[in-house]
């Protein structure tokens, strides 16, 4: 049985940063992606960043530049780095990781950025 265990969400200032922190325990042999959604109150989630085999990277063109995604495959954990964090970026960020082709996911965190 995989979980995944997020942590690093909290209240920050407008141009402030946090680093979201998500790790994966269980039986793993082979961790092909993780990456972030989000989900904001009365909207759809949408795929902020995500890494695959090894270090190929995407975001969304409403984080590129501020956030960087990063992973440490030796202890199964991915890491989202925000800075420069907005208002609009206040949401729900869910973690996944795709193990064996399984889609695994994180509890949640709350991101809120505000004066």
């Known amino acids: 049985q995989v979980q995944l265990v997020e942590s690093g969400g909290g209240l920050v200032q407008p141009g402030g940063s946090l680093r979201l922190s998500c790790a994966a325990s269980?039986?793993?042999?082979?961790?092909?992606?993780m990456g972030w959604y989000r989900q904001a109150p009365g909207k759809e989630r949408e795929l902020v960043a995500r890494i695959i085999s090894g270090s190929t990277t995407s975001y969304s063109d409403s984080v590129k530049g501020r956030f960087t995604i990063s992973r440490d495959n030796a202890k199964n954990t991915a890491y989202l780095q925000m800075d420069s964090l907005k208002p609009e970026d206040t949401a729900v960020y869910y973690c996944?990781?795709?193990?064996?082709?399984?889609?695994?996911w994180g509890q949640g965190t709350q991101v809120t950025v505000s004066p």
């Open positions: 269980g039986t793993i042999f082979r961790i092909d992606a």
């Open positions: 996944y990781q795709m193990i064996w082709g399984v889609k695994y």
